[in-house]
């Protein structure tokens, strides 16, 4: 029997990380260079199937500009898991995610799968933040971690799939 479970799911992460840039390339297989901002939030839904099980995510892609920062908590409240985007081309916006960790850590269910994505790592040149730098400071959170590129969509439905192992294992 193939069961469906529904799992709530939220982005965050400054702006331009590419929160929408990895939602649209899981559910839709796209990619745009010229993704607009998002306003507010914007809702999608994708399934995964692990062995004969199916998780269907409901996404919350969230807005990272400051101003849309007090609605975070609506999307985040209950969520069953959490990916936290900074891209590996800009350190401020690894700085935010460990805002947003800290927030999670503090106002979100300890429950929540918390995992970190470290966007853009196409722009393999570019890079400011070293996936060493990452990996050690998601082990010492408790976050899975994982690089990603929306662009080439490497490691994109990794993401969703372990995420959804570790919903089913929990
Ligand atoms: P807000 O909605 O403003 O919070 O931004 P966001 O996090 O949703 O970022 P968005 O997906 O809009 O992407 C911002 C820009 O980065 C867009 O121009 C994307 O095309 C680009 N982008 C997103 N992901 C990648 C990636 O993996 N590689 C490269 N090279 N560009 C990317
Ligand atoms: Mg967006």
Sequence with gaps: VNKIRNAKLVLLGDVGTGKSSLVLRF???QFVEFQESTIGAAFFSQTVAVNDETVKFEIWDTAGQERY????PMYYR???AAII???ITNMATFTRAKKWVQELQSQGNSSTIM???GNKSDLLESRQVSSEEA????KEN?????ETSAKTAINVNDIFYEIAKK????
């Design 27 to 29: 559910v839709k297989g």
């Design 69 to 72: 920062h007090s609605l975070a």
């Design 78 to 80: 209950g969520a069953a």
């Design 85 to 87: 985007v900074y891209d």
């Design 115 to 117: 995992a970190l994505a």
């Design 135 to 138: 990996e050690k400071y998601a």
């Design 142 to 146: 408790g976050l899975f971690f994982i």
């Design 167 to 170: 919903l089913l294992e929990g």
